[in-house]
């Protein structure tokens, strides 16, 4: 007998799950819709997100509500200079009783896991994530496990300049999916974020009892699988490869985008457009996810940084300058 193949949800299902994580992180979280979009495409997609800003712009908040509303494992490493790999992914210990070694898994065996500044971590340590991020597994002492799905990274950063950060190296860099900088809120969002710290909104109880009982894991698997079957025509596959070596052969990127961001383009512009309720991406798709895509990936040249040139005045040049199917 076969076995019986995992079940798959619908497109509107995947946009009725989209709109209830969003309708219940906005019960607890003020502003910040563009990172709360991110991350859910980053599930749906199965990618990784790297967040920077400064500390007090609910990065750690956000990422625990996330968990929270769609009721996965949720695990936090915070950073510091002396965190060692086995921190991060386990090791294996002697059992005195039983005469033998056992097995303690670390944080990183998780469905969510809050990398909480991460440029704060050693970059031996930091080492230690590239192969959960790329192969979804940790090696312990020479045995291989394997981390449950979903599994997703949300890594913060502080900027560079704050003192105690190590930058993050290339490799570590494109595992993830999506790099957004997160900031204060405006001046509105600001009086709304008082308003109700002022009245007990800002309550993580509250909260928890808000979360719809139908978001499950399960359920998030299932719409992961519907993402996957979202088409994308040949025309846009090309748009995104047009898109990626003009990163290499732009004037003012030192280092482009590697074949990680190719990809990254198509799970994630599978994922937005099942959030659109279409089962088939178009290119604006592609675009409105370039700059989370590319701005964190690509090394700009030092004539460039001394010229004041962004990574996204480079990506939107690049954007203008291919041709649209």
């Not at 994580?21 to 979009?37: A, C």
């Amino acid at each position: 007998m076969k076995p019986h193949a995992p079940e798959t949800g619908t497109i509107p299902e995947v946009a009725r799950f989209h709109d209830s994580i969003t309708r219940t992180l906005g019960s607890l979280i003020v502003g910040n819709r563009e990172l709360i979009e991110l991350i859910i495409i980053a599930l749906l997609a199965e990618g990784h997100i790297l967040i920077e800003g400064v500390p007090g712009t609910a990065k750690t908040t956000i990422a625990k509500a996330v968990a929270r509303a769609t009721n996965c494992q949720f695990n936090r490493i915070q950073g510091a200079v002396d965190l060692q790999p086995a921190d991060l992914i386990g090791i294996k210990t002697y059992d005195t009783i039983s005469r033998s070694f056992t097995l303690r898994k670390g944080p990183i065996f998780t469905n969510i896991l809050l990398a909480d500044e991460i440029n704060r971590i050693n970059p031996k340590s930091q080492g230690a994530f590239i192969e959960a991020m790329s192969e979804q597994q940790a090696t312990i002492d020479g045995e291989t496990c394997r981390i449950a799905s979903p599994f997703l990274v949300i890594a913060t950063q502080n900027p560079y300049d704050l003192h105690g950060t190590f930058p993050l190296i290339e490799a570590q860099r494109d595992r993830f999916m999506f790099g957004l900088t997160s900031g204060h809120l405006n001046s509105d969002e600001e009086l709304d974020l008082v308003r109700r710290a002022s009245v007990g909104k800002l309550d993580w109880d509250g909260y928890s009892r808000s979360v719809p009982l139908e978001n499950t894991r399960e359920n998030l698997l299932s719409l992961i699988r519907t993402v996957n079957t979202v088409r994308i025509e040949e025309p846009v596959l090309a748009y995104i490869r047009d898109i990626v070596i003009a990163t290499r052969k732009n004037g003012n990127i030192e280092l482009g985008a590697s074949s990680r961001a190719s990809v990254a383009f198509v799970r994630g512009a599978k994922a937005h457009a099942a959030l659109t309720k279409r089962p088939f991406v178009l290119p604006d798709d592609v675009k409105v996810l370039a700059d989370a895509i590319l701005c964190h990936r690509i090394i700009l040249t030092r004539e460039a940084e001394v010229e004041n040139i962004k990574p996204e005045d480079v990506v939107r040049e690049i954007l203008e300058t291919i041709e649209v199917p």
